[in-house]
C-alpha cells in the first residue's frame, strides 16, 4: 500500500515558542516525589486467525489421533480438500520460525524480544528444539548460514531461489497450498511444485531414483493420514537455516486433522544415520482457509477464479521464481566481475 505524503503550512514561531515555555513550566511544576503508577504487564498480543499479513501463532491446540466423524468422499477418505497453510510462521528460520533469518544484517528482519516469547521450536523432540546433528553436519549448516546473505557459490543459495521445489517438510511451512482428493491419491498443490501421497499399497520406486520431495506412499488410520516418505534427493533444505536430510533419509509423517475439518497438526519422525545422531521429531500446526477469509501474500495466494456457475472457485497463483532474489542475483554478479 502506498502512503500519500501530506504538506502542512508551517507553525507560527511565536505559537510555537509559547507551546514550548507552557510544556516547561508543566514539568517544573510537577511534584518530584509522585511517581507514576506501574502498569501491569500484558500478555504478548496473538495475532488473529483469519486477518491479513503473516499469521504467527505463538501457541497452537494438540490434536490426537482417533475416530473420523467429519464428510467423507466417495471412496471413504476422510474429506480434508481445501486451501491450508502452517499459523507459526513462512520461510526463515528452522529451529526459530518466528526469530527470522540467522546472520541478517538488516536490524529490521532481526527478532525482538525474548526467545520465550516466540513460537517453539518445530523440533519437539528432543526437548531443547535442536536437530541431532552429526558433527560434520552441523558444520555444513552453519557454513550454509554465514554464507546465505552473500552467497559466493551454488550451494550457498537457497534452493527455492533457484526456482527447485521446496522439498519435505518445508513446503508445509513455505507458503499456503492446496490439497486436492482423487481415488487412491492425495494431492498436495504448492507454489514450488506437486506432491502426490500414493494410497494403493504399491511400494516405493526404486532406490536410484531420486525426487526433490521424496516418493510418498500413505493410508489412513481415522483421522489420521499416515505416509512414509524416501527416495530423498539431498538437496532441499528445512528451512533457510540451512538444516537438511540426505538420500538416505526416511520420514514417518502423520497428519491428525481435527473432526471439524480446521485444522491439522503435523507430526514427523525423522530418521537419518548419515546424518543425524537419532531420530527426531517434529511438529508443525496448520489451518483451513476458505471464502470467508481475506486473501493475502503468504498464507492465502488466491483469487476468484472467472467461471459460469455460482459456486466460488479460488484459483492459487503460480509464482514466479524470481521473488527474492535481489541478493542472490548480487552474489552471482559480484562473483562474475571478478
Known sequence: MKHKMTHRPAVMPGLA???????????????????????????PKQLRLGGSGIEQERSFPKIVSGKWTGPRLADGQPDVQGHWSNTIANHNNFTDPQGGILNDPNPN???????????PS??????????????WALEKVKEFQANFHNPLKPEYV??????APAGIPKSLYWHGYEISQYPGYVLFQFNSGTRIIHLDGKPHLPD????????????????????????????????RSGEF??????????????????????E?????????????????????WTAKDQPNGWHFEVEPA??????????????????????FGLGAVEQAKK
Open 268 to 288: 514427523a519422525l525423522l530418521t537419518d544415520p548419515t546424518v543425524y545422531t537419532r531420530p527426531f521429531t517434529i511438529t508443525v500446526p496448520a489451518r483451513k
Open 306 to 327: 472467472t467461471h459460469a456457475g455460482k459456486e466460488t472457485i479460488l484459483d492459487q497463483y503460480e509464482r514466479i521464481c524470481a521473488e527474492n532474489n535481489g541478493s
Open 208 to 239: 536410484n531414483i531420486k525426487l526433490w520431495n521424496g516418493d510418498s506412499r500413505g493410508h489412513w488410520e481415522g483421522n489420521t493420514l499416515v505416509v512414509d516418505v524416501a527416495n530423498h534427493n539431498g538437496k532441499a533444505l528445512f528451512g
Open 158 to 163: 537457497e534452493p527455492l531461489a533457484r526456482c
Open 245 to 266: 536430510i540426505s538420500e538416505n533419509g526416511r520420514i514417518q509423517e502423520r497428519y491428525i486433522f481435527s473432526n471439524d475439518g480446521k485444522r491439522y497438526t503435523y
Open 17 to 43: 515558542l509559547s507551546a514550548m515555555l507552557i510544556a516547561c513550566q508543566s514539568v517544573i511544576a510537577a511534584p518530584d516525589d509522585k511517581k507514576p503508577e506501574a502498569k501491569p504487564a500484558q500478555a
Open 122 to 135: 518445530r523440533v519437539s523432540d528432543p526437548a531443547d528444539g535442536q536437530v541431532p546433528f552429526q558433527p
Open 109 to 119: 528482519r532481526v527478532a525482538k524480544g525474548p526467545r520465550e516469547l516466540r513460537a
